[in-house]
């Protein structure tokens, strides 16, 4: 059975260091590996995802995530954060060889960015 | 495209009413989604569609929900009769096909029963 755990409820970073938003995953295929946004009342957003090809991947807003199979691991992390980056980030995780459309997400990360 | 249209975005019912929640796919997404949102549980899928007809509703609470896909571009999600433990932040997403596409969520439907 898939899953996904991210370890940390909360990430606290000041503004302009690095951040990282770790996430740890689990499925019987090869995975396809996607980071969502969620600000205050809104929808999640997708940031980007690892389908396959290089482990680094780049997405919206600055963001990449680093894939690592020997892990199980697909860290989500930006260089410099934003005031603006504080939000709810969800890793999810769908089985991608036989695992059809069902994605599993986890619980969520808030990441909380001061000025 | 305006993206995944929910309405409505708050809804407040009384234990043991019905209660409709609507979603508007995009446009030429042929998956469709339901999740509920809640503190406790985070996101958990309800269903999925794949060109009108339902994949799998493994994540269906109770026979209370039901859900259906009459055409492309609309969906339902019932609840009859709501709980107390049915308030939840319920998406609706959509996807094109394609096992490595990623989704798109509407705003949400805020339900509260009370």
């Known amino acids: 059975a898939q899953s996904v755990a991210q370890p940390e409820d909360q990430v606290n970073v000041a503004e302009g260091n690095p951040l990282t938003v770790k996430c740890t995953y689990s499925?019987?295929?090869?995975?396809?590996l996607f980071w969502y946004v969620q600000y205050p009342n809104r929808g999640l957003q997708f940031l980007l995802k690892?389908?396959?090809?290089?482990?680094l991947v780049k997405g919206s807003y600055g963001f990449e995530a680093e894939f690592n199979k020997s892990q199980t691991s697909f860290h989500l992390k930006k260089p410099s954060a934003l005031v603006s980056d504080s939000a709810l980030y969800f890793c999810?995780?769908?089985?991608?060889?036989?695992?059809?459309?069902?994605?599993?997400f986890g619980a969520g990360t808030r990441l909380f960015v001061k000025a | 495209d305006a993206g995944v249209i929910q309405s409505p975005r708050h809804e407040v019912t009384e234990m043991g009413q019905e209660v409709t929640l609507r979603c508007k796919p995009i446009?030429?997404?042929?998956?469709l989604f339901w999740y509920r949102q809640t503190m406790m549980r985070g996101l958990e899928l309800l269903i999925y569609?794949?060109?009108?007809?339902?994949?799998?509703d493994s994540g269906m609470p109770e026979d209370r929900f039901s859900a259906k896909m009459p055409n492309a571009s609309f969906s339902t999600l019932k609840i009859q009769p709501s709980e107390p433990r049915d308030s939840a932040v319920y998406f609706c997403?959509?996807?094109?096909?394609?096992?490595?596409?990623?989704?798109?969520f509407g705003q949400g439907t805020r339900l509260t029963v009370v």
């Open positions: 446009s030429g997404h042929d998956y």
């Open positions: 997403a959509s996807s094109y096909t394609g096992g490595s596409a990623e989704a798109f």
């Open positions: 690892y389908i396959t090809g290089d482990n």
């Open positions: 569609f794949n060109n009108n007809v339902p994949i799998d």
């Open positions: 999810a995780v769908r089985e991608g060889d036989t695992g059809g459309f069902k994605t599993i």
């Open positions: 499925v019987s295929g090869n995975p396809y």
